[in-house]
């Protein structure tokens, strides 16, 4: 049995229905729709408790805990979440949710379309940050609340955080934004073409319709997963952690001789695409290549977020070359010239991008001292 | 037609042949063998005037010129040989061939076997590094020459050119190594793994033996080509060139919408699998992951570089994080420790390791002037 000290325990995900039809920004409708979402702790009688975490690319509502007594790995973000932890579940309420266009439970590619009696697959409609922010609320609404202590994400969840401070100033009293940007470069973009590439290239990808074929294209998603994870990782964390060290030191032979570094990535491509979705794969990168919280603002960021009202909290990690500091810098850069009020710090860790994912000392210190001002 | 005024002009590549069975240091024996050469300018008297050039991983031997008048691209290096350029043809003799394992004309994978009547495909030997400056010396030979004045290569050409140093140290008088490595880092050989498994997870790949099959894996070589292309690029210099431009800024969804630099490197993917071989490009990432020029010193590369003898030109470029200047910086500080001469650089570029093949001012300047004092 998994050990829970600090820890919220077992949790049980439940979902949320939403009937009424849903108009995208991109202009697209779906029928209705519903997000499976979990929660840590107890909502206060005010309800001014309630913190949002916003989830990453490939991260969904498990964020902590376990589902099962014996559960070998607990929630994405079991370090952070839990009684005593920085966000603490025994005076906060967290809120969870998979978001749309997932493949864990709410409704994405992989969800039956009531107007076909098919999967959606590939005709699952193109969903911008923007879109799960306003979903997001109305699950708010649902569990009744109506202001967040704070909106918590990194990565592309960062920029969800962002996007709440924007569209919904008087939502949010906290935002923590990690690892994060305002958006991407070409470096990047160019990064998730490549994965996006790799999928679609796959012969059992069917233009999107894998599904209805029996099909799955786990070769190009495996592949699109090692790109994605090598950028997450930093050349001096790879090199710390497997160096030039061969699988097996007998066979140095060229031809078939693996580098450790090699068997790892194939390894985490293929637990990978065992589990994942390829649409919402693609729905996902396209999400973020497309984030631009400064677009409709002339590309001016300090304009773009001259409505915001929150206290932020932004980290980078040094050795992320996917969202560096400087990006980082950027948004902080424009919070200060709008008098917001913000604690920056750029965490010295080898981590690259993942560091926000992971127990940095220092990092988990200064979270955990920012958060105890969070609805305290 | 093709602009000459300081080009070598049209040049005519020629074939070498070997009928001595080859052994190489990984034991497989190629019963023999060709290489495709160009030479541009004259070999004097006592051949002491002969300078090599190494390719790198997609590289051959058309560095120079032009085959017909009116080809619309010279060589792959024309920048920097001709007469009156750093590597001045007016005065010295450059050979530049075709590795052993490429795909433009010296044998490789794409050549017939002999013993069989059928391309070699994917049982052609894997080749290291210490093979090709092997067979360079070979061919060196055949030309009558018995040292070269320099050795010139950048990224896996510096590699050989480091290996030459090594291996025959009375044959090298100047070494030039540019953007290089003593060794690839463990982000390096993962990126190349993404590369080879691309090509490895195409359906035309055929376990290599695509030719047989009239077939080409062209996506996966594709995908490979975007990977390596985007690696050899700079964050900085991607988002000069491209920023987040939109290829039509007037569709902007999300779905549909490609943003220029995706358009780049689907162009150059493209371009690269319709005149590369698969198979050759397993064999030179193979080589460059297993170039260790300190294996068998015990990991000293002081040690390794103890037996050398020329005077040493190293240039990095700044932003490069492939092959990052601290690499180079490594050759360097060996190089110094045992007390050989040796000029170094680092260039201050946005082009990453391509910079080597730019015509950058001060790279242009540095490298004339040292190479003014080859067998001068």
């Known amino acids: ?5 600090g820890s919220v325990g077992v949790v049980a995900p439940f979902v949320l229905e939403f009937n009424d039809p849903l108009e995208l920004s991109g202009g697209d409708v779906l029928p209705g729709f519903e ?14 408790n309630a913190v949002l975490i916003c989830h990453a690319l490939s991260g969904n509502h498990h964020a902590a805990g376990y589902h099962q007594p014996d559960d070998r790995k607990p929630g994405w ?13 025994s005076r906060l309420y967290v809120v969870s949710l998979n978001n749309l266009g997932g493949c864990d439970g709410s409704t994405g590619p992989r969800s039956v379309n009531p107007e076909t009696g098919k999967p959606y697959g590939a005709s699952f409609p193109q969903v ?5 922010v306003r979903v997001q609320k109305l699950a708010a609404e649902r569990l009744g609340i109506s202001r967040w202590a704070a909106v ?34 070409a470096q990047n973009i160019a990064f998730n073409e490549i994965a996006r590439n790799a999928i679609t290239s796959d012969p059992d990808w069917h233009d999107g319709d894998y599904l209805e074929q029996s099909a799955n294209p786990d070769r190009g998603l495996a592949l699109a997963r090692m790109v994605g994870h090598l950028t997450y990782m930093s050349a001096e964390g790879l090199s710390d952690r497997f160096g030039r060290s061969l699988l097996d030191p007998e066979n140095d032979n060229p031809e078939h001789a693996l580098f450790q570094v090699e068997s790892y990535l194939r390894y985490q491509g293929g637990q990978f695409s065992s ?10 990168t396209r999400a973020l290549d497309h984030f631009d919280i400064a ?32 990006r980082s810098e950027e948004i ?28 940095i000392p220092h990092y988990r210190r200064l979270f955990s001292a920012w958060m105890s001002r969070v609805a305290a």
Chains 1, 2 share one sequence.
């Not at 990194?154 to 934004?177: F, K, N, R, T």
């Not at 994942?276 to 996902?284: I, K, S, W």
Request: aromatic share 10%; net charge negative; with cysteine.
């Open 295 to 326: 677009h409709g603002f002339d590309g001016d960021l300090s304009l773009a977020l001259a409505g915001t009202r929150a206290a932020f909290l932004v980290i980078s990690f040094s050795s992320d070359w996917r969202f560096s500091p400087a």
């Open 77 to 89: 973000w079991d370090s952070m979440i839990g009684p005593g932890k920085p966000i603490d579940t």
């Open 35 to 48: 997000l499976i979402v979990e929660t840590y702790g107890e909502l206060n009688d005010n309800a001014s």
């Open 152 to 185: 918590i994400g990194g990565s592309l969840g960062g920029m969800q955080a962002l996007q709440w401070s924007v569209d919904y100033p008087d939502w949010v009293e906290h935002c923590v934004i990690l690892a994060a940007a305002p958006d991407l470069t």
């Open 1 to 5: 049995m998994a050990d829970t000290s």
């Open 275 to 284: 589990r994942f979705d390829a649409n919402t794969y693609l729905l996902m």
């Open 128 to 132: 911008r940050v923007s879109d799960w």
């Open 332 to 359: 902080v850069d424009a919070l200060i010239a709008n008098g917001r009020s913000v604690t920056y710090a750029n965490i010295d860790s080898n981590a690259g991008h993942d560091g926000f994912l992971l127990d």
